[in-house]
């Protein structure tokens, strides 16, 4: 249906310049006027489907399937190669799928549902995709061997062909399709050895960027279906509260307005186009019941989440005797408090909806497709199968996508207009009506004696997204989203506890945001650890290679670091260097970032290095740009990222008043890729974690002042001497 | 009110309040939707198109100031020799991650080396800054300005 259908991509390339062929994408919409089944798992009937995410037709065309949403983290590229390796097909051959929604086919590993998020596409495919691509290739080789009655170990597979070295025979893939198709599945098909890989572990250049230089692209809010109509909505702007009246008079009058549609929490206009819907609403006089939260500011938050803090939490980690270690040595306490995030994805939240007689047909980005299929489903108030859901490229995720609160307003609003309708959030809503990454207070005490910590308090108080978003992930009082890296907080310490405390902020909805858990607990870490240093009298980075023998990847890159960042060198006066480490997400990182503080305190950047160990790099060049960005996204909310909350409405509305970092404040950021030959760590959130510690490290050193709070106060560290 | 505006060299005639931003016109009635909506209020440069070689915010573009000035959008500006360099500079050194502001991005750096076409890393800074990447692609833009430029 949709009829700004992405015409097909053909580039594939070694950065460096060899190998060449066509990395074809190909969507499959339905080109069908009502909405049917969408559990199938594939359409047509290919000659050859091993599983859910390979299919080979006799033209040796091979369809990849892609459980994972791109977002521009650069998965879909590297789903592609981690199947493409194992099956030795030719990257000329090769076209991509989004996958539909089907948990049962495509469900990530980790989650067991058909989820994008915790950095984990490649850590929770990588043995069943390896074991999918391998046995497509079992199968063909052992077709060919059947069709020229030999042995199929003296057969081999590349670039989509399988050859009889001895007899000097080859067929291509297609030719050994519908052969292939005959014969069952390998139960354990055999591996590649890592250091027969050909594409993984090379700088392969990405199949979606093309689409993305030349406007043909098609994200969520692009979709166009025909007779549609646009909308824009309105929610109460404070959270909880509903619509009491509604004076459309002036709005209807508008040119273009089609229809006023008034819902119990929301007011939507419907129009010609989005500036039509948008002068509408604007033109609407609301009065809205704004109901219990109305009352609430940014205060009362903070006052219960520190009333709550001085609780004591549940036990999640707990080694030797803390309270007898604290006892020892000299004892320091700190406090550490983050603030409420917005996501502000670039792509305003939107959701394309058609109803009719037989079901509901959505048109969205999505990172969570099945969940958005069910949302759909109800607020539609049809069975999931009657409800099809087209996937789309997502023009930012970072956790806003995995919510479907989009998809449920828009299909309500959808209900009362006749023929398909796209609802396109206004930026301001998008920032007022966000899913917020939630407060947190971090109590740490510790001891030092003989320059080494002897003892670790920690307690982490804060919301619990995975009570809400997946109950598996909240049990027995802990959040494990809550307590990720700081059970497992890298440094050798011989006595250590980690407590949660669960408190939910009054009024505002939480959720997760890019760097989730370790945004909290690295930065909190890792800012104690540099006082303590300097109370010990040593080196940041010296200090924290003397606790990390229990973690040898990451000591070999802070080691690196160190070395890359030129650490040690000399600065100007209010200028200094600060250090952070982590093991988060199945990857060692240490980062290395360099600032300067001026008069009125204000922050300049003047240069980001991180050296990453992440297993085997897949792609290497989208590691160094998930580092590059997720660094430049941890420090924007460093710096400037704040919701605040007055009388139960969010203050920021825009990029005006919710800012973000720009090229000109962005310095030089090297990465450097440490070669491993461990299994595949995560990634895209690596960066936003490492970013905040490593600057709050280096105003530390440049001022001497050890802020405990984010974003940088200005007025704390201006004019205040080194 | 009909408008008649002319878009990579192809006239079209539209019938919309005056008042009408041309981003509006260009995605919900031409359905050509590679100039992307970030904001509305000319804070982030998704939405930058070229009238007259300039890169101007369509989001707060009122349609009726277009005039006969032609204009130009990211469909149409690998037609360009600058804008195919900057497209080609973009891939070599694959800046892009979601895309989303890269219309935007894109749009800017052609206008940039159309005028200046050896800009300085302040020449760069100054014309890019209007153009905000949640993705954090910055560091890559400002290479690959510098190797269109170098092409040039």
């Known amino acids: ?722 | 009110m009909p408008f008649t505006i002319k878009v990579n060299g192809t006239p079209h005639q539209v019938e919309v309040d005056g008042d009408t931003p041309l981003l509006w016109v260009l995605r919900d009635i031409l359905g050509m939707t590679g100039t992307k909506f970030g904001c509305g209020i000319a804070q982030c440069g998704a939405c930058t198109v070229h009238v007259d070689g300039n890169p101007v915010r369509s989001c707060l573009l009122p349609v009726a100031s277009i005039g006969d000035h032609p204009v130009t959008t990211i469909e149409g500006i690998g037609a360009t020799k600058t804008g195919a360099k900057v497209q080609k500079a973009w891939l070599d050194l694959e800046v892009i991650q979601c895309g989303y502001c890269q219309s935007g991005q894109i749009m800017s750096a052609t206008a940039l080396l159309a005028k200046n076409p050896h800009p300085d890393s302040a020449d760069i800074d100054a014309a890019m800054a209007g153009n905000i990447c949640r993705c954090g692609t910055y560091v890559r833009i400002r290479e690959a300005i510098k190797r269109a430029a170098g092409e040039t």
């Open chain 1, 1 to 722: 249906m949709s009829s700004n259908q992405e015409p097909k991509v053909s580039r594939r390339t070694l950065l460096s310049g060899g190998l060449a062929g066509g990395f074809v994408l190909a969507f499959h919409w339905p080109l069908r006027a009502a909405p049917v089944k969408q559990t199938e798992q594939f359409r047509d009937q290919p000659d050859f489907a091993p599983n859910a995410f390979i299919r080979i037709d006799s033209t040796g065309k091979t369809t990849l399937v892609m459980p994972q949403v791109e977002m521009g983290q650069g998965v879909y590229t590297s789903i592609a190669m981690i199947l493409a390796e194992e099956m030795d097909a030719s990257f000329d051959k090769i076209a991509l799928e989004h996958a539909p929604p089907n948990d049962k086919l495509y469900a990530n590993p980790i989650f067991g549902i058909q989820a994008t998020g915790n950095s984990n596409s490649i850590r929770a495919f990588w043995d069943k995709l390896r074991e999918a691509g391998a046995a497509a290739r079992a199968m063909l080789i052992e077709a060919a061997a059947q069709k020229w009655q030999v042995d199929p170990a003296s057969c081999s597979a590349a670039d989509g062909k399988v050859t009889h070295a001895a007899s000097n025979r080859t067929l291509g893939f297609g030719e050994l399709a519908h052969a292939a198709g005959k014969l069952p599945a390998p139960d354990k098909p055999k591996l590649k050895d890592p250091k027969d890989f050909s594409w993984i572990g090379k700088p392969i250049r990405r199949f979606d960027t093309p689409n993305k230089t030349n406007g043909k692209v098609i994200y969520g809010i692009d979709a166009m279906v025909p007779n549609m109509k646009f909308a824009s909505l309105k929610v109460c702007p404070v959270f909880g509260g509903k619509v009491k009246q509604v004076d459309d008079r002036a709005a209807k009058t508008l040119l273009g307005v089609r229809q006023v549609i008034v819902l119990e929490d929301l007011v939507a206009v419907v129009g010609d186009h989005m500036w039509a819907a948008k002068k509408g609403l604007d033109g609407l006089v609301v009065t809205w019941d704004e109901g219990p939260n109305a009352t609430i500011s940014s205060a009362d938050i903070w006052n219960d989440l520190r009333a709550a803090s001085k609780k004591d939490g549940v036990v999640a980690k707990s080694v030797g005797d803390v309270n007898k270690g604290l006892a020892q040595g000299e004892r320091y306490d700190a406090d550490y408090e983050l603030p409420l995030l917005g996501h502000a994805t670039m792509e305003p939240q939107n959701c394309t909806v058609h109803l009719t007689a037989d079901g509901c047909e959505i048109w969205t980005g999505t990172q969570v497709v099945t969940r958005a299929q069910e949302a759909a489903a109800k607020a539609a108030g049809v069975p999931v199968d009657r409800v099809i859901v087209h996937n789309h490229y997502i023009g930012g995720g970072f956790g806003r996508r995995l919510e479907v609160d989009m998809v449920d307003s828009a299909v309500r609003i959808a209900r009362h207009v006749d023929g398909p309708v796209k609802v396109v959030w206004t930026r301001e809503e998008d920032i007022q009506h966000d899913v917020y990454r939630p407060v947190y207070r971090n109590t740490i005490s510790a001891s030092l004696s003989n320059g080494r910590i002897v003892s670790w308090k920690y307690r982490v108080t804060g919301s619990s997204i995975m009570a809400r978003w997946f109950p598996p992930g909240f049990q027995n009082g802990i959040d494990i989203d809550a307590v990720d890296s700081a059970i497992d907080m890298p440094y050798d310490i011989p006595n250590r506890v980690v407590e949660y405390v669960r408190a939910e902020p009054p009024a505002v909805p939480t959720g997760f945001w890019r760097g989730v858990g370790p945004n909290n607990n690295v930065f909190a870490t890792e800012c104690f650890i540099d006082e303590l240093a300097r109370n010990a009298g040593v080196d940041p980075i010296a200090f924290r290679l003397g606790m990390l023998d229990g973690t040898p990847r990451l000591k070999a890159a802070l080691q690196l670091v160190a070395e890359k960042s030129g650490w040690g060198k000399p600065l100007p006066a209010r200028a200094g260097r600060g250090v952070s480490v982590q093991p988060s997400f199945g990857s060692f990182i240490a980062t290395v970032v360099e600032a300067e503080v001026d008069g009125q305190g204000e922050v300049h950047l003047r240069r980001a290095t991180s050296a990453v160990d992440t297993g085997i790099a897949v792609n290497p060049d989208t590691i160094i740009a998930q580092l590059q960005g997720g660094l430049i996204f941890g420090l924007t909310a460093a710096l400037w990222g704040e919701i605040t909350i007055d009388r139960g409405r969010v203050t920021q509305s825009n990029f005006n008043d919710y800012r973000m970092l720009r090229i000109d404040e962005v310095p030089p950021i090297d990465v450097h890729v440490i070669k491993s030959d461990e299994r595949p760590g995560g990634i895209g959130e690596t960066g936003v974690a490492a970013g905040p510690p490593a600057l709050r490290n280096a105003i530390y050193a440049a001022t001497g002042v050890a802020l405990r709070r984010l974003p940088i106060d200005r007025a704390a560290i201006a004019a205040k001497k080194a």
